[in-house]
């Protein structure tokens, strides 16, 4: 018989190298190697030529110091749980107990990151997308694309950007309940049947203004009154307010 010949009174037994059981397992020769050193688990049959093999026993002691080392417990409180006294039930219970208490660890873990999680993305400045799931394609990159050409030179366009730059979704989300506010405001203006000079018109188009000027760039009366007839000559600028009520954009 050759070296992986076992003693008389091991035969009977599963016996591995410490190869075989650091595959088996997924950990190194050299962590067995300590484990041996430290005592957590020596294996407790030799070949003739004196290697060591690991019986029944010990890879199910194994089995169990893999289970803890995986739950991250220190090796002498691993030694511990393993060497206690106690019936193999109440050892068995010791080791569910601490397998229980560590997946409520790693739940308020997990609940933790999707928490920082969710922080960091609401954080973060909006993308495309989001600008499309809110307002639809009429902020897509097609769009902008057009309007930085229009635009691109001019100082409003850089003070928006500047400002929209750091707007996140949640941002976007009231810039577009602001805005759906305001047309709301300019909507009942017209259907009051009132002169765009009354008190109430003005009032819609003022709040009109300031969406602008305090979302995205500084608007003056007189640059508010060509963003006007722009919103009158541009058909789908025109079409935009239209959709909300004829006659509004004039």
């Known amino acids: 018989m050759d070296d992986m010949t076992t003693t008389s009174q091991h035969t009977a037994r599963m016996e591995l190298t ?4 650091a595959e ?6 050299r962590t067995l190697h300590h484990y041996d050193a430290v005592g957590l688990v020596v294996p407790s049959a030799r070949t003739h030529a004196g290697y060591r093999l690991y019986t029944d026993a010990d890879l199910a002691r194994l089995a169990t110091v893999v289970t ?6 220190p090796l002498d409180e691993v030694q511990d749980l393993l060497d ?15 397998v229980v208490s560590r997946l409520g660890e790693l739940t308020e873990l997990v ?14 400045p909006a993308t495309t997308e989001d600008l499309e799931e809110l307002f639809g394609d009429g902020f897509g990159e097609e769009y902008t694309a057009e309007a930085e050409e229009r635009w691109g030179d001019t100082d409003a366009w850089t003070q928006s950007r500047e400002r929209t730059g750091r707007y996140t979704k949640a941002d976007w989300a009231e810039v577009k309940a602001e805005a759906e506010a305001v047309d709301a405001g300019l909507v009942a ?3 009051s049947g009132e002169p765009p000079t009354s008190e109430r018109a003005m009032d819609a188009a003022e709040a009109h203004r300031m969406h602008i000027h305090t979302r995205f760039y500084d608007v ?3 640059f508010h009154r060509a963003l006007a007839d722009m919103y009158v000559a541009d058909p789908r600028f025109t079409r935009t307010y239209e959709d909300r009520a004829p006659g509004l954009a004039q």
């Not at 410490?18 to 059981?21: A, D, L, P, S």
């Not at 206690?84 to 601490?98: C, K, P």
């Open 24 to 29: 088996r397992f997924g950990v190194t020769v």
């Open 189 to 191: 203006a017209l259907a």
């Open 18 to 21: 410490v190869g075989q059981v």
């Open 111 to 124: 609940a933790a990151i999707d928490r920082a999680l969710e922080r960091e993305m609401n954080d973060r």
């Open 68 to 73: 803890y080392r995986r739950l991250d417990l």
């Open 84 to 98: 206690g006294d106690g019936t193999a039930e109440e050892h068995l219970r010791r080791r569910r107990a601490v």
């Open 220 to 222: 003056d009366a007189a």
